[in-house]
C-alpha cells in the first residue's frame, strides 16, 4: 500500500467548535486529533496534527502568521510530507490563504479550509471540507499551484477567494475567475492552475502596518488623515477604474512626499485600476502623484502583498503590474 502523508495544523475557527449552554458556537474548542478522526479517512492517508492555535479567525494577529509560516516551513522540511491542510475560521480565512501563498516556495500544496457550522450543528460541513482538504493535500495535479482554498467541493486560488456568504455552506467564491477544480466523490478534478506563482523571503521580519480605508461620497479629508497618520502605508480603495473623491487628493499628495506607500485598488469585483480619466482624484492623476495603481487585487489582497513585499524590501510599485 502506497501511504499518503498529510500534515494537519489547527489553528481553530468555527470548524473547531463546540456549542456552549447558551446555544452559541465557542470557536476553537476541538483539537485537531478531535476531528481528523471524525472524517472516515482511507487506511493509506496518514495525518499528523499539530495545533498551532485554537482561537476565532478575527483574533487572528500579524504574529500569529509569522508563528504559522514557521510550522509551514517546519513540515515541508519532512520529504515524507505530500502537503499539508491549515484549518482556520472563514472569517479572515482569505486572508491568511493569501499570505501562505505568497510566503511559501515549497512545490507541495498548501490546503486552507474551514466550515460554516459548527461540528456539532445539524447539517454541518466541517467534516467533509476536512475530508476533501486532506485528499487534496495529497494529489500530483495540486503540485506548483501554491495555497488554495477548499470549501464545498470546490478548490480556489488564493489571490482571488474571497468569503462571499457569511453563513450558507457556499461560503467562498471567485469572482470573474471561477475555481480551479472540484471535488466529487473523493476525486479530486483539477481544470486550470494559476500561471505564475509568487514567493517572497521574508524570514522573520516583523510586518508593517498597512491600512485600508474604503472611500464613498462625502469621505472627509480628516478621517482619511488620521488614518494615515497611525499606519506604515495605506490601500485606498476606490471606486470603478480607481478614482477618489477630489477632496481626498492633497491627503494622499502628502502622504506620498512623507513616503508612506499609497496603493489604489477598486471596490468593483471584477476588472483592474487603470488611468482611464485625467480629472481631479482620477487614477491618472493618482499615478503622477506616485500612488501606485493596484491592478486587479481587492483591498485585503493588495494590503497583504504589500505587508510581504516590503518585510522582503521588495519595490512595490513591481508588485501590482
Known amino acids: 500500500m502506497n501511504m499518503r502523508h498529510v500534515m494537519l495544523l ?13 446555544g452559541k458556537l465557542v470557536a476553537g474548542e476541538l483539537s485537531g486529533e478531535e476531528l481528523a478522526k471524525l472524517c472516515g479517512l482511507p487506511e493509506d492517508i496518514h495525518v499528523s496534527v499539530r495545533s498551532v492555535l485554537q482561537k476565532p479567525s478575527v ?9 504559522l509560516k514557521h510550522e509551514v516551513e517546519r513540515a515541508f522540511a519532512d520529504e515524507t510530507i505530500n502537503g499539508i491542510v491549515v484549518t482556520h475560521g472563514t472569517d479572515t480565512l482569505e486572508e491568511t490563504a493569501y499570505f501562505l501563498d505568497l510566503t511559501n516556495k515549497d512545490e507541495r500544496p498548501i490546503i486552507v479550509t474551514g466550515s460554516q457550522r459548527g461540528p456539532e450543528q445539524t447539517g454541518s460541513d466541517a467534516f467533509m471540507n476536512l475530508r476533501h482538504a486532506i485528499y487534496a493535500a495529497c494529489e500530483p495535479d495540486l503540485k506548483h499551484t501554491g495555497c ?4 464545498n467541493e470546490r478548490i480556489f486560488a488564493a489571490r ?21 477544480g472540484i471535488i466529487d466523490n473523493d476525486v479530486i478534478f483539477t481544470y486550470q492552475k494559476p500561471v505564475r506563482r509568487e514567493f517572497y523571503e521574508i524570514g522573520n521580519t516583523p510586518l508593517k502596518q498597512i491600512g485600508i480605508a474604503k472611500v464613498y461620497l462625502g469621505m472627509s479629508a480628516d478621517m482619511l488623515e488620521g488614518m494615515i497618520a497611525v499606519c506604515d502605508g495605506m490601500v485606498v480603495e476606490g471606486v470603478g477604474r480607481g478614482q477618489v473623491p477630489p477632496n481626498l487628493v492633497a491627503t494622499l499628495e502628502r502622504a506620498v512626499a512623507n513616503k508612506k506607500p499609497i496603493i489604489v485598488t477598486t471596490a468593483s469585483e471584477e476588472g483592474k485600476v487603470y488611468p482611464t480619466y485625467d480629472y481631479k482624484g482620477s487614477a491618472h492623476q493618482l499615478e503622477q502623484m506616485g500612488v ?27 508588485g501590482f503590474t
Open 59 to 67: 483574533h487572528m494577529t500579524l504574529a500569529d502568521w509569522l508563528l
Open 148 to 151: 488554495v482554498v477548499v470549501f
Open 292 to 318: 501606485i495603481l493596484g491592478s486587479d487585487y481587492d483591498s485585503k489582497k493588495a494590503r497583504i502583498k504589500a505587508m510581504v513585499m516590503l518585510a522582503a524590501n521588495k519595490e512595490l510599485a513591481a
Open 160 to 180: 482571488y477567494v474571497k468569503k462571499e456568504h457569511a453563513s450558507n455552506l457556499q461560503g467562498f467564491n471567485a469572482f470573474g475567475f471561477g475555481y480551479l
Open 10 to 22: 489547527t489553528t481553530g475557527g468555527t470548524i473547531a467548535s463546540t456549542t456552549s449552554e447558551s
